[in-house]
């Protein structure tokens, strides 16, 4: 598709000008969600360079939790309706605020520090090689 064209979404909503990437299409969808309804969050992830990953996972997590929820005897749409909201398509982020103003925790907050962690693993395990050789 080029740049320029007009996409629906499995949602029904329609994208202009998609960029190219390399992420899943509800992952990409979810990207686009994340950059209007959870701007704080979107832009800390940038930031941090974990943006595309903490998508690629979050959409790894709904599609197996919705094939549990399919063999536990829901329907598609059922699942969807369960599973999109807590990973994917996120409430806006002024409506997770406290009447302090403080953001609460949710399934993604989690999701961000198990990615934090992985890569720490990583860059300490690149160290312990580095330092071996």
């Not at 202009?16 to 994340?34: F, G, I, S, V």
């Not at 059922?78 to 997770?96: C, G, M, S, T």
Request: hydrophobic share 30%; glycine share 4%.
């Amino acid at each position: 598709m080029k740049s320029n064209e007009t996409e629906v979404t499995p949602t029904g909503r329609e994208n202009e000008t998609l960029q190219e990437t390399d992420l899943p299409p509800l992952a990409q969808e979810a990207k686009e969600h994340w950059k209007e309804f959870q701007p704080t969050m979107y832009s800390r992830l940038e930031s941090e360079g974990t943006l595309d990953q903490t998508l690629i996972k979050a959409e790894k997590r709904t599609r197996k939790e919705m094939n549990e929820l399919n063999q536990a005897g829901y329907e598609d749409y059922e699942a969807r309706e369960i599973v999109y909201p807590k990973y994917l398509f996120l409430r806006d982020e002024a409506e997770d605020e406290d009447p302090d103003g403080e953001l609460t925790a949710s399934p993604m907050a989690n999701l961000h520090q198990e990615i934090i962690k992985e890569q720490q693993a990583l860059m300490e395990k690149a160290d312990l090689e580095e330092a071996n050789l």
